[in-house]
């Protein structure tokens, strides 16, 4: 069912709002032609929150589109917080919203900066450049072994995820034998909307949030007793540094949850997209594998046009107004990512793949203090990734159509059909 609402008509606009809330719409892709309509003319548009996959109505919010707002919206944690609905578009049940607010994604400063300038000495550049040469040799690996297994292949599961659910092993220094626990738990938080992942319902019958204390307990459990075994054999990772550091236990298991699942899944759904930019536009691609384009900015306006997150919430903390549209203290504010990517009055021609972009601000990481911690290290594994399928292969070519994940929170992809094309053996 086609969900639109209505809205005062803007000067030569529509008065029909389009629905960018529905998480079934991103499983065809980002929908920018709803996105394009409402940067033009509802930039700060109402949307609808109804009852949808079994989960319940909702009192609804605004969608902000245009890059400048959103950019605003994410600066501005004093008038937009984190804290006080925490971050995803569903509002959490009441009871746990306490247990919720611990983790530093749905924090405010200033305890918010306590938080991550205690994790971020975990990020030394030396350790994650030690961790660079790893990453290149799985990258090769994965890729040999998926030319090795026929012609077509498909990306995400013999390559993508594995290389970013491995990199993230190591970086935390869980064993590998581990990576199924690490992967089933971030379908479990990611994949809620998706009908591949089924929900988990109470005894009244309604979903149980992915994100509730009993839904994570099992995950809390292994982080405590990876905690006690970095504490008794200290190694070169990220879970020995926090285990020893200043971090209380119940942070300590806070911040195993936000890595686990934002640090696998940033590079779990922007890899296959970056991949799949490059099979779509072939010229962009020779251009890049011959060198004339960098690899830098060729990595960020991957990110620009594929996103791994679709959208974030806050929560107005006053009553204010934001492009012209007054926001009452308590509403949902909800930036949407893509369409700040392709907001025409900040990118030139957005809708072309453009390698060599510069400036390029796009807001895939997003901005102000929430920026992702892990964005050095996300554009490091993306870089070799895509420097080792250069290596690899003189081509990618689409042999089937991308199954996207249904959510409106993660810009997954599910599956993706190739032909990796060999080099021509030298004569």
Known sequence: MEHTSEAPEAVGGPRTVPDVFDPRLYAAGIPHDRFRVLRDHHPVARQEEYELLGWPAGPGFWA????????RVLKDAAGFSSYLGATQIRDPDPADLPFIRRMMLNQDPPHHGRLRRLVSRAFTPGRIERFAATARLRARQ????????GPEVDLVRAVTDDYALLNLTDLLGVPASDRGLLHSWTERVIA???PDEPPVLDAAGRPVNPRSPARLAEMFAYARELAAHKR???ADDIMTTLATGELRDAELEMFFFLLTVAGNDTV?????????????HPDDRRALWSGDIGMDTSVDELLRVHPPVLSFR????RDTRLAGVPIAAGDKVVVFHPSANHDERVFADPHRLDLARTPNPHVSFGDGPHVCLGAHFARLQLRILYEEVRASCAGLEVTGPPRRLVSN???????LPVRLEPYAPRG
Do not use: M
């Open 268 to 280: 779990r759904s922007a890899a296959p997209g970056g991949l799949l930019a490059l099979a779509e």
């Open 142 to 149: 994965l890729l040999d072994a998926a030319r090795e297994s």
């Open 314 to 317: 806050r929560t107005a903390t």
């Open 409 to 415: 929170f993660i810009n997954g992809i599910k599956s």
């Open 64 to 71: 902000v589109t245009r890059h400048a707002d959103v950019v």
């Open 232 to 234: 008794a054999r200290p």
């Open 192 to 194: 809620y909307q998706d």
